[in-house]
């Protein structure tokens, strides 16, 4: 390390009483104070310390090359922006080569959005180099409008508004408290994010925290041609409670309610094992219905965001904590759906919500399963037609039973000959059970049993393998993966499609 030192300061929002005291001896000791400014030469960063910053000192301006994503820079954008870091990190290490003390100034706090990181990726392995942190400008935020944001086990997300905006609003629907930067020209599809995460009522805007001209708005009143990229957007969790209770420790607690009204139907709705083009309209059209939807996080991702639609996500091993916190939503009179991939009946959410239900208090709940495409369909479709004759699925998962019976019903599926979906073949704390399993059925079945694997069907990356029993690879195999094991009647097509006569010998 050589003898320079290097700081990155955060200086807070914008009011210069919110510099911490480290802060500013940092400051009043330096031999070179450095920051970052627009096109235009003006730096917040230094209008926030200047009172502080001794005379004489060595400045560094970095002035950013562009400020959007128009650049004629070959690399573009990222292109641009990483050789202006480059070249200031090869400034300042000049300045830190001769020993001397080099203090970047930051608005908020450094590590925060902030451009000094990328700063000290480039020097702190060389030099030695120390972050102060500061305010950042959503405490200030929260701070000027006096809004808790969240409190106790709330969920607090800082959302960036350049996400597209439908993540935006799956992000805004799942979360409790939310903190939204980088406004300015985002502004309009912030806010119809919001709007379909039913969240627009209660955000508030805040423009310039801390700083003079500071402003607070409700967000549906600000004019979106008006607002500064140094704004937030504060949506309080404990005034939009949404994802209460459903843990991996604990069972779910029953919603709050203000009065009872009629216990509504309980759906069970399969979403299929892909994308929206195997949801079916009988599906689409409940999910339009409800208000509330439940379900392992992946598959309530898949539900569209639409305002008034609450999404309670949560682990997938919690099924029946979760059958049951449906169960009382629709008990108190809420109209829920319960989701699943693939068919909810086929290894889903189906069998748990009636284990729940089994509970004297949940008598009077309709309940209603909607079927969905499964998995075995979907790679059974991509192969051709190996489940046209008799077939058999199993899961390989011994979560919910012991090896023993799986290894049994393996053996009497192979001995009856009937062609074999498996599910969960695999997972990181299951490594054997591929192993196992082919080892069983080759003690019943021809080594040149067809067996296909199909691996994310209907995703992106999604991949067909034909193989035999003989060849089959067990640590090519994970959860991603379904396979299906053919019987004595089924062949591969020149073509390579994969079938299952319907006649038996």
């Known amino acids: 390390m050589s003898t320079g030192r290097l700081y990155g300061v955060g200086l807070?929002?914008?009011?210069?009483?919110?510099?911490?005291?480290?802060?500013?001896?940092?400051?009043?000791?330096?031999?070179?104070?450095?920051?970052?400014?627009?096109?235009?030469?003006?730096?917040?960063?230094?209008?926030?310390?200047?009172?502080?910053?001794?005379?004489?000192v060595v400045?560094?301006?970095?002035?950013?090359?562009?400020?959007?994503?128009?650049?004629?820079?070959?690399?573009?954008?990222?292109?641009?922006?990483?050789?202006?870091?480059?070249?200031?990190?090869?400034?300042?290490?000049?300045?830190?080569?001769?020993?001397?003390?080099?203090?970047?100034?930051?608005?908020?706090?450094?590590?925060f959005y902030g451009s000094y990181m990328y700063l000290h990726d480039r020097l702190a392995d060389r030099y030695t180099a120390e972050?102060?942190?500061?305010?950042?400008?959503?405490?200030?935020?929260?701070?000027?409008?006096?809004?808790?944001?969240?409190?106790?086990?709330?969920?607090?997300?800082?959302l960036p508004g350049t996400l597209p905006e439908p993540e935006l609003a799956r992000r805004l629907a799942d979360t409790d408290g939310a903190v939204i930067m980088k406004l300015g020209r985002t502004f309009p599809a912030v806010r119809n994010a919001l709007a379909q995460a039913g969240r627009l009522d209660d955000a508030?805007?805040?423009?310039?925290?801390?700083?003079?001209?500071?402003?607070?708005?409700?967000?549906?009143?600000?004019?979106?041609?008006?607002?500064?990229?140094?704004?937030?957007?504060?949506?309080?969790?404990d005034r939009a409670p949404r994802n209460r209770g459903i843990t991996d420790r604990s069972r779910p607690a029953s919603p709050d309610r203000v009065e009872t009204t009629a216990v509504q139907e309980l759906l069970v709705i399969g979403l299929g094992p892909a994308?929206?083009?195997?949801?079916?309209?009988?599906?689409?059209?409940?999910?339009?219905?409800v208000d509330h939807v439940v379900g392992y996080g992946p598959y309530v991702d898949r539900v569209p965001v639409r305002a008034g639609l609450q999404r309670h996500s949560s682990g997938n091993t919690v099924e029946v904590d979760r059958a049951r916190f449906a169960l009382d939503l629709a008990a108190a009179g809420e109209k829920v759906a319960?989701?699943?991939?693939?068919?909810?009946?086929?290894?889903?959410?189906?069998?748990?919500?009636?284990?729940?239900?089994?509970?004297?208090?949940?008598?009077?709940?309709?309940?209603?399963?909607?079927?969905?495409?499964?998995?075995?369909?979907?790679?059974?479709?991509?192969?051709g037609a190996p489940i046209g004759g008799d077939f058999a699925v199993m899961s390989l998962s011994d979560r919910l039973k012991p090896w023993p019976v799986i290894e049994k019903r393996l053996i009497a599926v192979a001995q009856a000959d009937l062609v074999l979906g498996i599910?969960?073949?695999?997972?990181?704390?299951?490594?054997?059970?591929?192993?196992?399993?082919?080892?069983?059925?080759?003690?019943?079945?021809?080594?040149?049993?067809?067996?296909?694997?199909?691996?994310?069907?209907?995703?992106?990356?999604?991949?067909?393998?034909?193989?035999?029993?003989?060849?089959?690879d067990p640590a090519t195999i994970d959860m991603k993966c379904l396979l299906i094991v053919g019987a004595a009647g089924t062949s591969v097509t020149p073509a390579g499609a994969v079938w299952t006569a319907r006649s038996v010998d």
Not at 30 to 50: E, F, K, L, P, Q
């Open 338 to 383: 319960v989701v699943s991939g693939g068919d909810a009946g086929v290894f889903g959410m189906a069998s748990a919500v009636f284990e729940a239900a089994q509970d004297d208090r949940y008598d009077e709940i309709p309940i209603r399963v909607l079927p969905g495409v499964s998995a075995v369909q979907a790679v059974a479709a991509r192969a």
């Open 275 to 289: 994308d929206d083009r195997w949801l079916t309209p009988e599906a689409s059209a409940a999910l339009a219905s």
């Open 12 to 56: 807070g929002p914008g009011d210069p009483e919110l510099i911490t005291r480290k802060a500013a001896r940092l400051i009043a000791d330096a031999d070179v104070i450095a920051y970052h400014s627009g096109t235009h030469g003006r730096s917040i960063a230094r209008s926030i310390a200047a009172e502080i910053i001794p005379v004489g």
């Open 423 to 472: 599910y969960n073949p695999a997972s990181r704390s299951r490594t054997t059970q591929v192993a196992d399993a082919r080892a069983v059925l080759l003690r019943h079945r021809p080594a040149d049993t067809v067996v296909v694997v199909g691996r994310d069907v209907g995703r992106p990356g999604e991949s067909l393998d034909v193989t035999t029993l003989e060849k089959l």
């Open 131 to 158: 972050v102060v942190p500061g305010v950042t400008s959503f405490s200030a935020a929260a701070a000027a409008t006096a809004e808790p944001l969240v409190r106790r086990t709330d969920v607090l997300t800082v």
């Open 59 to 111: 400045e560094e301006r970095m002035v950013y090359p562009v400020t959007t994503g128009t650049t004629e820079h070959p690399g573009g954008y990222d292109g641009a922006i990483a050789e202006f870091y480059d070249d200031c990190a090869r400034r300042l290490a000049a300045h830190l080569e001769a020993g001397r003390t080099v203090v970047v100034l930051c608005e908020g706090d450094p590590l």
């Open 204 to 237: 508030v805007y805040v423009e310039r925290a801390s700083m003079g001209g500071q402003r607070i708005a409700p967000v549906a009143d600000v004019d979106p041609d008006a607002v500064p990229y140094f704004s937030v957007i504060l949506a309080p969790g």
